[in-house]
């Protein structure tokens, strides 16, 4: 079942035996889009200034409720890393968040996740390419973001969109897959060139991502977007349906996810 991530944020995270906070961000693998980690907003019982839970801990998601159930206690969260607040990720510091709960290191498996790979090149080619022109305190701030893998929801959402021909629309939401929390599609807000208009794109469509420029790049035509199936969300499901998926993959001419 493939769900909004802005549906989530402001659930209530309860652990085993309390609520631990409220879920503030998502944290995705900017590699294979997939989501690794929520980001809990736990008020003032907790000193970390932000805490990470892996996708791995969740029990249900009850969205009558809006709860997100996790397999951790309280004293779990206390006595986890400390991670700082507006800081990157950095792979050294994820490492001991996941040693610590004994979560799975997922960037050590062969088959990483169901998502689809984005070349990684492709994605820092452009902070590559100028690094010479940087301070150092800039580049240090560059070596940092490069050596994560994790990307924000917050800090992605509002991307404007690049077609092959033109700039149109902006990034409004992801769209999840419970099942392994993969990436499915991005929900793009067409409205400065269609009105109104919602469409989907998939992950593997894109050519590049420039975090400097705030921009994600699409291999496909104005023209191509412009006549794809319209996404209509229904209030009483909020969902995608397969029949909207079989429509949208026949219009690109690509091959399905769920057929790979």
Request: hydrophobic share 35%.
């Amino acid at each position: 079942m493939l769900r909004k991530l802005k549906n989530l944020k402001g659930f209530t995270v309860h652990g085993r035996s309390e609520d631990l906070g409220k879920a503030k961000d998502f944290y995705f693998d900017q590699h294979y889009f997939v989501m690794r980690y929520l980001v809990i907003e736990t008020g003032s019982w907790l000193q970390h200034e932000k805490t990470l839970i892996s996708t791995e801990s969740f029990e249900e998601i009850n969205y009558q409720n809006q709860e997100i159930i996790v397999d951790l206690t309280a004293e779990d969260l206390e006595a986890g890393p400390s991670i700082e607040k507006n800081k990157p990720v950095s792979k050294v510091m994820e490492e001991k968040v996941v040693k610590h709960y004994d979560w799975p290191i997922y960037w050590a498996s062969p088959h990483p996740a169901d998502g689809p790979a984005i070349q990684a090149g492709s994605i820092i080619r452009e902070k590559l390419f100028d690094f010479e022109k940087l301070t150092d305190e800039e580049k240090q701030a560059e070596e940092d973001e490069v050596e994560s893998n994790l990307r924000s929801f917050n800090e992605i959402r509002g991307y404007h969109i690049q077609a092959e021909d033109k700039e149109f629309g902006h990034l409004e939401d992801l769209f999840v897959d419970e099942e392994n929390w993969a990436i499915r599609y991005l929900l793009i807000d067409t409205r400065n060139i269609l009105p109104g208009k919602d469409v989907l794109i998939a992950p593997e469509w894109l050519q590049n991502i420039s975090w400097n420029k705030e921009k994600l790049y699409v291999s496909k035509t104005k023209e191509e977007i412009k006549n794809a199936p319209e996404y209509k969300e229904e209030k009483s499901d909020r969902l995608v349906h397969r029949d909207y998926e079989e429509k949208l993959y026949d219009h690109y001419n690509e091959i399905r996810y769920w057929q790979r």
